[in-house]
Nanobody
Framework: QVQLVESGGGLVQAGGSLRLSCAAS????????VGWFRQAPGKEREFVGLISQNGGYTNYADSVKGRFAISRDNAKSTVYLQMNSLKPEDTAVYYCAASTAGSLSSNLGRYDYWGQGTQVTVSS
């Protein structure tokens, strides 16, 4: 069983930055791929980015490429999502998710465990 807890969301002005954290339980955290997803009101949940088990590989959605960066600290069982140059269209609930199979897919169905989400609101 893996438990994920996101934190760091809040209200920020356009052009600002936020860093989200995803803290995980479990001793095998370093074996999981972790993805970030978001869901805006009235829209489907969408892929934001992911990081491989050792952090050597990352992949991002085109909409956030160059503005967002994912990193991880396996010693702290934590993954981070650094969000810069935020836009109002980035407003959403942000979720982290773990793939125990180590999938590098952007498909939501490849992720076994999900956090409860944290709200990010970007004002114009």
């Amino acid at each position: 069983q893996v438990q994920l807890v996101e934190s760091g969301g809040g209200l920020v002005q356009a052009g600002g930055s936020l860093r989200l954290s995803c803290a995980a339980s479990g001793r095998t955290f370093s074996s999981y791929t972790v993805g970030w997803f978001r869901q805006a009101p009235g829209k489907e949940r969408e892929f934001v980015g992911l990081i491989s088990q050792n952090g050597g590989y990352t992949n991002y959605a085109d909409s956030v490429k160059g503005r967002f960066a994912i990193s991880r600290d396996n010693a702290k069982s934590t993954v981070y999502l650094q969000m810069n140059s935020l836009k109002p269209e980035d407003t959403a609930v942000y979720y982290c998710a773990a793939s125990t199979a180590g999938s590098l897919s952007s498909n939501l169905g490849r992720y076994d465990y999900w956090g409860q989400g944290t709200q990010v609101t970007v004002s114009s």
